[in-house]
Nanobody, 122 residues
């Protein structure tokens, strides 16, 4: 197994930017696809973006396409989510997760971090 931890969340105004990071506190995820999901109270955890080990053909939810960028540095064992032009509807707890296959499906991911809060004010 791999233990994941997210960081970089915070409070920003509409139109601002945040950069989230996902790292392995234990083990390595260099051989996994890494995805970002987000969740608000009472709602299902929703896909945001994902990238495989090769860093090619990343996946993005339509709601974030053109605003968010996912990238990874396999040598540093870090995946980042650069979030620009943030909107209030981006407010959520953001989770990173590891899977054996690149996917936008929640159930594909086997290992999850504990999440980091992102709040975007109007």
């Amino acid at each position: 197994q791999v233990q994941l931890v997210e960081s970089g969340g915070g409070l920003v105004q509409t139109g601002g930017s945040l950069r989230l990071s996902c790292g392995a506190s234990e083990g390595t995820f260099s051989n996994y696809a890494i995805g970002w999901f987000r969740q608000t109270p009472g709602q299902e955890r929703k896909f945001v973006a994902a990238v495989n080990w090769s860093r090619h053909s990343p996946l993005y939810a339509d709601s974030v396409k053109g605003r968010f960028t996912i990238s990874r540095d396999n040598a540093k064992n870090i995946v980042t989510l650069q979030m620009n032009s943030l909107k209030p509807e981006d407010t959520a707890v953001y989770y990173c997760a590891a899977a054996y296959q690149l996917s936008d499906n929640y159930f594909t991911y086997e290992y999850w971090g504990q999440g980091t809060q992102v709040t975007v004010s109007s």
